[in-house]
């Protein structure tokens, strides 16, 4: 197959982790032979620097006629000053905003190889197969914001409609699952939580009767995603309460390097990026952890491109590598670590020798 992808490395990390997804894309379409093309943009903070637009015209225009963008992260201290006329992460928003990108999909599936990564008792971990389904276009993120000397506020608003698409989604992906859903707010507080209860409660029991839906108040979620991980199958949620709980539960996983998410609308295009940021404290070492873009990259295979073996062939490369040891500086708790380019390197081999990946399968 053809398809025109989008990369927008952005700032920090970025440019270093979405390499090595590119790497890995590049190795995909030898081994099948598709042809796939990469176009580079700007956003972000280096957007700014070089157009003075953390979304120029040109980037948007290029990841609306894209078949799929990935992005690596944006941000960063330089452009951080709160009183900036413009951020970078408003080129990330816009660009969500634009494509009409309303369901970002952040699985969590730890691998046992990085158990002994994350802060969390191992028995709690075996298992744990979770999919957040997080609201991405609406909430407090784009309320109106107002800002005097002596206050500012921001507005949380959802629609009926922006609620029912998203928990469709959801429902959509738990029959393909487990067919648990569970429904993430703050109903005992917040009225736009008590909208997102009724219609995710009207949904559930008028268009998907084969599904269980539940709902739980995000402060006890942020709780129970450590103490019992394996409860939970989709869960979905508003924009900032998704945005928490899913750094949260990158610790299941064992680093917010090894996360990747798929943000999807009504069509096939979508934005694939790591959930984690620029990570300014180990930007330019050739350390960070370039897996979950790499995992990313596998999402976008699959959703955007229909590719599903591809992107099983890459699924099963990252977990051969990691149950090699093949581990970056976040995951190695003090042992050999591997650099970003290892990392890569360690999955496009993986890929290029097919009886690898043929023996995990079986
Ligand atoms: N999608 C995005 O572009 C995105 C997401 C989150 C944060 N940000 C931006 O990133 C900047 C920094 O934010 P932050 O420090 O709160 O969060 P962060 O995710 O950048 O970093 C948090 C911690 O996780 C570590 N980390 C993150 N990704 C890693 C990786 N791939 N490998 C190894 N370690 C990794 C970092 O070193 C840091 O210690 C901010 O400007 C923020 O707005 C952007
Ligand atoms: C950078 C920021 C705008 C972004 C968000 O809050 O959505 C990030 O934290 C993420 O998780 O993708
Ligand atoms: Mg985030």
């Not at 599903?308 to 500086?329: I, T, Y």
């Amino acid at each position: 197959m053809r398809a025109e992808i989008v990369i927008l490395p952005g700032d920090g990390i970025g440019p270093e982790v979405t390499a090595a997804a590119v790497a890995v894309l590049r190795a995909v379409a030898r081994r099948f032979g598709h042809a796939l093309n990469f176009a580079e943009h700007d956003i972000g903070g280096i957007a700014i620097d070089r157009h003075g637009d953390p979304l120029p015209p040109a980037t948007l225009d290029a990841c609306n006629r894209a078949d799929a963008v990935l992005l690596g992260a944006v941000g960063g201290p330089k452009w951080s000053d709160p009183n900036a006329r413009v951020r970078p992460e408003q080129g990330l928003l816009a660009l969500r905003r634009a494509l009409g990108l309303y369901a970002n999909l952040r699985p969590v599936q730890p691998h046992p190889a990085t158990l002994g990564a994350a802060p969390i008792k191992p028995h709690l971990l075996s298992g744990v197969d979770l999919l957040v389904v997080r609201e991405l276009t609406g909430g407090i993120y784009f309320g109106d914001k107002t800002r005097t000397a002596d206050s500012a506020s921001d507005l949380c608003s959802y629609s009926v409609a922006e609620i029912e698409r998203v928990v469709r989604r959801a429902c959509r992906l738990a029959q393909g699952r487990r067919c648990h859903v569970t429904s993430v707010d703050k109903a005992n507080v917040l009225e736009t939580s008590r909208l997102w209860r009724d219609v995710a409660t009207r949904i559930a029991r008028d268009e998907f009767p084969d599904i269980l839906l539940e709902h739980q108040l995000v402060d006890s979620m942020a709780m129970h995603l450590l103490s019992r991980p394996r409860a939970y199958d989709v869960v979905v949620t508003e924009n900032m309460f998704g945005d928490i709980l899913t750094d949260e539960a990158s610790m299941l996983a064992g680093s917010m390097g090894l996360l990747p998410s798929a943000s999807l609308g009504d069509g096939k295009a979508g934005l694939y990026e790591p959930i984690h940021g620029s990570a300014p404290d180990i930007a330019g070492r050739g350390i960070a952890n370039p897996y979950g873009a790499i995992l990313s990259a596998a999402l976008l295979l699959r959703h955007s491109l229909g590719l599903v073996d591809e992107a099983a062939c890459v699924e099963q490369a990252v977990d051969s590598a990691l149950e090699a040891g093949v581990l970056s500086a976040d995951l190695a708790a003090g042992g050999d670590a591997v650099g970003t380019h290892g990392v890569a390197a360690a999955v496009v081999e993986r890929i290029e020798t097919p009886s690898h990946v043929a023996e995990l399968r079986d």
